[in-house]
């Protein structure tokens, strides 16, 4: 059964930082590559961060690039969002999860971890 938990999430002033967290199990974390997802109030879940197996490449939106740093550690099936010169406009609910995954049947999403940023 996966389990996925998402932490970290708090209120930041924009131009801030924040770490978020995420431990997966019940799936061999270290054959999947992760990616790190978000929603927005009234807005569709979007893409933010996508990181290989051994963490060696990353990708990431556009809208992100520069500011957020993807990683990972498989001895702990944990991956990590690094996130500098926080803007307003990234206020949303964070989420992990792995593309293969996510495309699956099985609802696989954990709970996420709200990020709000603001004066």
């Known amino acids: 059964q996966v389990k996925i938990v998402e932490s970290g999430g708090v209120l930041v002033q924009p131009g801030g930082s924040l770490r978020l967290s995420c431990v997966a199990s019940?799936?061999?974390?270290?054959?999947?590559?992760m990616s790190w997802y978000r929603q927005a109030p009234g807005k569709e879940r979007e893409s933010v961060a996508w990181i290989s197996i051994n963490g060696g490449s990353a990708d990431y939106a556009d809208s992100v690039k520069g500011r957020f740093t993807a990683s990972r550690d498989n001895a702990r099936n944990a991956i990590y969002l690094q996130m500098n010169s926080l803007k307003p406009e990234d206020t949303a609910v964070y989420y992990c999860?792995?593309?293969?995954?996510?495309?699956?049947?099985?609802?696989?999403w954990g709970q996420g971890t709200q990020v709000t940023v603001s004066v």
């Open positions: 019940g799936f061999p974390f270290s054959d999947y590559a």
């Open positions: 999860n792995a593309p293969t995954l996510v495309a699956g049947p099985v609802d696989s």
